[in-house]
């Protein structure tokens, strides 16, 4: 009776010690399926990751698949925005490595405290020398967006950043902005440090030889990885429909 006793202590000592290290449980889901019966799923298996809705990759390209496309994308962003600014962009990769193995990062954590089956690419970042005069802005973002929106990312939405404009909010040194589809994204940025009424821009640009007016973009998306289709659709069909509970770990 004793030993039992202890046995329950040094239990409720673990459980304490994972919670206050953080390692909690993870959570779990119980519907009823075509057939009446109760089915719970741990979302410690869930082949996507927290926040993310894993039925946006069912049908889409996988890591292979995805590449022709996207390189087709990033080529004519580069040439419409460079036509329509005067300044010419140049990768900062040769383009045979665009999309080269260390480009790409597995997902480690699906925030469950399981592992995201996914991969992840960051590339193809592009650079100016200079960028037009201020008022040609919306020109240059306007022809960019028709690039993203033909390829189904929708147009650039400018991020609200109050510290890059005047007091007005009109007269701005900075846009940035992204087009996305929930799986492929692009960053866009047009800038002047020559507007910053601070100095600031100027400064850090001759501190890290940096063009003080540039415009900038890069590539990224988050796919399953080649060969893995097959796997990733059988994860992910017992949480088809369900509504995924709060981040429980965090990569």
């Known amino acids: 009776m004793r030993t039992y006793a202890v046995l329950l202590i040094a239990f409720a000592l673990l459980l304490s010690g994972c919670s206050i290290l953080g390692f909690t449980p993870s959570p779990t889901t119980t519907n009823t399926d075509e057939t009446g019966t109760e089915v719970t799923v741990d979302w410690v298996n869930y082949p996507a990751y927290e926040g993310y809705d894993g039925e946006n990759l069912l049908g889409y390209p996988d890591q292979a698949e995805l590449e022709p496309g996207a390189r087709e994308l990033v080529e004519q962003l580069q040439t419409v925005i460079a036509d329509t600014s005067g300044f010419a ?3 900062g990769e040769p383009e045979r ?4 193995d260390n480009n790409w990062h597995p997902q480690d954590d699906n925030g469950y405290g399981g592992d995201s089956i996914l991969t992840t690419v960051n590339c193809c970042d592009f ?26 990312l929708g147009k650039f939405v400018l991020d609200d950043e109050r510290e890059w404009c005047g007091d007005t909010g009109e007269q701005c040194w900075r846009w940035a902005g992204t087009a996305t589809d929930g799986v492929q994204w ?7 440090g020559a507007l910053d009424p601070t100095g600031d821009a100027v400064n850090e640009a001759k501190r890290f030889g940096w063009p003080v007016a540039s ?19 059988r994860a992910l069909d017992p949480f088809l429909g369900l509504e995924q509970p709060a981040s429980t770990s965090s990569d």
């Open 97 to 100: 490595d665009w999309f080269a």
């Open 215 to 233: 415009i900038s973009f890069g590539y990224g998306a988050t796919v399953v990885p080649t060969g893995q289709v097959d796997e990733y659709t």
């Open 127 to 152: 650079s100016s020398d200079g960028a037009p005069m201020s008022s040609e802005w919306q020109r240059v973002l306007d022809a960019a967006s028709q690039v993203t929106q033909d390829a189904g």
């Open 89 to 91: 962009l140049t990768s």
């Open 186 to 192: 692009i960053f866009i940025t047009i800038q002047d």
